[in-house]
């Protein structure tokens, strides 16, 4: 696993521990009270159902209706991004192996990009053994394809460049394998036939930021070699992009710039040049932008978020976050990390905390150690109750009123 990622704080998880997690920590010991039998015969069920479900789902994906492909596949990917899934998946991979890669060749647009990220799910749920580099190495050329073909859709493309990038950073074995992908990302957000430099693409411009996101991720696990090749030269290809039309590829460059600048300290490069002081420029400009022909919204979050890119490329400061799940917290204190963390939270929605609290490769890449056992009465102890939520809440409505109501007063007195 690679180092991790995340920008926007995230909010204290109030997801109550996965049933799956509780039926693993219950004892079965000889003294078990005939509630706690009961609770495990029908968790016991529940499962059966759940594993009836799946199968049913991954035979319909070889129906000869598109719709109820497409159907299957929605299914299967809420299930993979809710629920940890390995031992039933493990000897089920190959078949659903096969039918993905069906999928995506005789399928179009909207199957294509579900089986894209049903892929990336199932190489998350397989780890990074011999298992998820077996589906890794399986379906990398297909993927290739697609994403370079220019007549396949736009959301089957973007779909295959964050299923190559996030397959290749849990399960490619070897070095090659990591700089093909890297080289075929990078083709997509930065062609090297474009006459000019200076303008950023903007036709396809969610297709750019999955390509860059991917690519952007695979540089957290380069080896220092590599990573030295990439500072001589191709990371000048990012400034441009900084001009985009897009306030999504903006920020993603911008993000990707602080994070090369990050690798270039841990490899012990210089990256001071000719081309710096324009670069900080370009970011004082971003950092303070007040055009009224851009959204409010999107004005605010750029300033925000390259205010702290302009402040880590000038002293070196990184403005941590914490983030929340259950009855842990991790941190997030570098550009790497929250690249990581934002890779998979894309991929994961709000499975992410399930993940991170039962995954056990996400715990390996974040550093989380093994998954916590956790009895019942461990659980209700730290179960906020919903009229304490109440109360928390109203508490912090009026406080944050008041300091409202305070600073609208000293400026009617300004």
Not at 84 to 107: H, N
Not at 223 to 232: E, G, Q, V, W, Y
Request: negative net charge; aromatic residues 6%; proline residues 4%.
């Amino acid at each position: 696993g690679g180092p991790g990622s995340a920008r926007a704080s995230s909010p204290a998880s109030e997801e109550e521990p996965n049933s799956e997690v509780l039926s693993r920590c219950s004892s079965a010991s000889e003294g078990t009270s005939p509630t706690e039998e009961a609770a495990a015969s029908e968790q016991g069920q529940e499962e059966e159902e759940t594993e009836d479900r799946l199968k049913e789902y991954m035979d319909n994906l070889l129906d000869k209706s598109a719709k109820t492909r497409q159907a299957a596949l929605q299914s299967l990917r809420l299930a993979f991004s809710s629920k940890t899934l390995s031992e039933f998946l493990l000897e089920r991979r190959l078949m659903l192996t096969d039918s993905l890669e069906k999928c995506l060749k005789k399928g179009k647009g909207e199957e294509q990009a579900l089986a894209g990220t049903v892929l990336t799910l199932l190489c998350l749920q397989m780890g990074s053994g011999p298992e998820g580099e077996e589906v890794f190495c399986s379906l990398k050329p297909l993927l290739i394809n697609i994403l370079m073909d220019s007549t396949a859709s736009s959301s089957a493309r973007q779909s295959c460049a964050t299923a190559l990038g996030m397959c290749c950073y849990i399960a490619a074995a070897e070095l090659e394998d990591l700089v093909s992908c890297l080289s075929c990302l990078e083709g997509i957000f930065s062609p090297p036939n474009t006459g000019e430099e200076g303008s950023a693409p903007t036709q396809h411009s969610p297709l750019h930021c999955s390509a860059l996101q991917s690519w952007s991720l695979l540089l957290t696990i380069c080896p220092p070699s590599h990573i030295k090749s990439i500072l001589d030269n191709r990371w000048l290809k990012l400034p441009p992009l900084l001009s985009s039309s897009s306030v999504a590829l903006r920020i993603l460059a911008g993000e990707t710039i602080a994070l090369v600048f990050e690798l270039a300290q841990d490899v012990e490069e210089d990256l001071c040049h000719q081309d710096t002081e324009f670069l900080c420029a370009q970011l004082k400009v971003l950092a303070t932008e007040s055009n009224k022909y851009r959204a409010k919204m999107d004005r605010r979050k750029q300033r925000s978020i390259f205010r702290d890119i302009l402040r880590f490329i000038e002293s070196g400061e990184y403005q941590e976050e914490t983030i929340r799940f259950g009855l842990e917290c991790m941190y997030l204190d570098s550009w790497a990390r929250q690249r990581t963390y934002q890779a998979f939270k894309e991929v994961l929605g709000s499975g992410i905390r399930h993940h991170l609290q039962n995954n056990e490769l996400l715990r390996e890449i974040f550093g989380l150690g093994p998954p916590l056992v956790l009895d019942a009465a461990t659980v209700k102890a730290n179960k906020v109750s919903r009229f304490e939520k109440h109360l928390y809440n109203s508490a912090a409505f009026k406080a944050r009123t008041k300091a409202r109501s305070r600073v609208r007063d000293k400026r009617a007195d300004v």
